[in-house]
């Protein structure tokens, strides 16, 4: 069965460090993966795909992904942690768009 | 460009009663999808629809039921309202049936007591 794991369900960084968030899928084939970020009652937002190409992807707000294909893995990162980062994270994949596969996300506390 | 809405925003039902959601798809998009997320998980995807007609279904019984109008605008009908029925349901739109980005809407959070 497809499915996307995230192993952390809470992470707590300062401001200015650096996170990295993990992601491990399981598919058939290689999928499309794609990073979202929710705020509080809100909607999901993208932060950034890999559909092939360049294993290292450039997203919004200063978010980066590297896909490793021999872990199975899409990692997210960022250098520098802001507050305004604080949110809930989800990592998906999907080979049909509508039908995607959601990790259960990892909530992110930026502390001062 | 308009990007998806759905209402209402909030609702609280009782068990045994009948909802309706509304999406309206980002302009271009022929496909959407509804997902509900409950309470510190994953968004779960229930259907897809392209083109008026389901297109793939997740793991959820017959009581939940979708349509899709020549416009694109999509209504999710869940009846026979259960407690756990309780979360947030999410509409996504998309380009088409392939792989890709979705664009999500705010959400419905639906309560039921």
């Known amino acids: 069965a497809q499915s996307v794991t995230q192993p952390d369900i809470h992470i707590t960084v300062s401001e200015g460090a650096s996170l990295e968030l993990r992601c491990n899928y399981s598919?058939?084939?290689?999928?499309?993966l794609f990073w979202y970020v929710q705020s509080p009652g809100q909607g999901l937002q993208l932060l950034l795909k890999?559909?092939?190409?360049?294993?290292l992807v450039q997203g919004i707000k200063g978010f980066e992904a590297e896909f490793k294909r021999s872990q199975s893995s899409f990692n997210l990162r960022k250098p520098s942690v802001h507050w305004s980062d604080a949110a809930e994270y989800f990592c998906?994949?999907?080979?049909?768009?509508?039908?995607?596969?959601f990790g259960d996300g990892t909530t992110l506390t930026v502390k001062p | 460009e308009t990007g998806v809405t759905q209402s209402p925003t909030h609702l609280i039902k009782t068990r045994g009663q009948q909802v309706t959601l509304r999406c309206s798809s980002q302009?271009?998009?022929?496909?959407v999808s509804w997902y509900q997320q409950a309470l510190g998980q994953g968004p779960q995807f229930i259907f897809q629809?392209?083109?008026?007609?389901?297109?793939g279904r997740g793991n959820f019984p017959p009581r939940f039921s979708g349509l899709q109008f020549p416009n694109y605008s999509s209504e999710l009908n869940v009846n026979a309202l259960e407690l756990d029925d309780s979360a947030l349901y999410l509409c996504?739109?998309?380009?088409?049936?392939?792989?890709?980005?979705?664009?999500f809407g705010e959400g419905s959070r639906l309560t039921v007591l």
């Open positions: 996504a739109s998309s380009f088409s049936r392939g792989p890709g980005e979705l664009f």
């Open positions: 598919y058939g084939a290689t999928p499309y």
């Open positions: 890999y559909f092939s190409g360049d294993t």
């Open positions: 998906a994949a999907n080979t049909n768009a509508g039908k995607s596969t």
């Open positions: 302009s271009g998009h022929n496909t």
């Open positions: 629809y392209y083109r008026e007609e389901e297109n």
